[in-house]
């Protein structure tokens, strides 16, 4: 693959993120990064190729060595000045000394209980009444998919930017878009939203 191939995708990365830094808080990252047991193999390898400004959102969901992966990514977090979440587990957050917390739309009742606990807490949702519930739930942000063609398999059908873009108006809390985002579509939503990802982040998706 040529350098010039290679840097095309780094160029408009940096664009959405200029773009969404100058409207989105300070303390959040403008990028997110999911890991996933199937899609990303090698996480701490992953990790250590994102964009500076992008953050990680941990999902283990239940694997038997979550323990030792979710420290060994939230020591390279720090060491990187990224910010650490860990998805529907605070009791491991907590352990390896997270960031935060990314809570499952589903299970936004729990939140509540741990919001002195982490510096910050988000939650996915999939329509404007999800947005609300996280809003009232204290969340600093949400993650609202679909919002293009998504290759995981529980994907919902795509809403387009146009809607994101609605909800985010809408929205009292700061929105990242999520479900086929890369940096080639990035421009679409980087004016209304941040953006989360899993394959458009890995290395050499475009």
């Keep these: ?3 010039k191939h290679q840097a095309e995708p780094a160029r408009k990365w940096r664009t959405a993120i200029r773009c969404i830094q100058g409207h989105f ?21 992953s990790v250590s190729r994102l964009p500076a400004e992008c953050g990680v959102i941990y999902r283990h969901f239940g694997s038997h060595d979550r323990a030792s992966v979710a420290q060994r ?9 990224r910010a650490f979440l ?14 935060g917390v990314h809570w499952p739309e589903q299970r936004l009742s729990e939140a509540r209980a741990w919001r002195s606990q ?8 999939h329509s404007r009444r999800a ?8 969340m600093d942000a949400a993650l609202v998919s679909t919002v293009f063609k998504s290759k995981s398999p529980s994907a919902s059908p795509a ?17 990242y878009g999520l479900g086929g985002l890369s940096a080639e579509n990035s421009a679409r939503i980087s004016e209304c939203g941040g953006i989360a990802a ?9």
């Design 118 to 125: 982490f510096a910050i807490q988000t939650a996915s949702a």
């Design 198 to 206: 899993i394959d458009g982040l890995l290395p050499n998706s475009d």
């Design 159 to 175: 809403m387009g930017p146009t809607k994101l873009c609605k909800l985010a108006r809408m929205s009292a809390l700061p929105v």
């Design 131 to 138: 947005l609300f519930k996280a809003q009232t739930a204290g």
């Design 25 to 45: 808080p300070l303390h959040l990252p403008p990028l997110l990064f999911l890991t996933d047991p199937n899609r990303v193999p090698d996480p701490m390898g």
């Design 73 to 81: 990514l939230a020591d390279l977090c720090r060491k990187q000045n």
């Design 1 to 3: 693959m040529g350098l």
């Design 86 to 99: 860990v998805a529907a587990d605070p009791t491991l957050a907590l352990a390896v000394g997270a960031y």
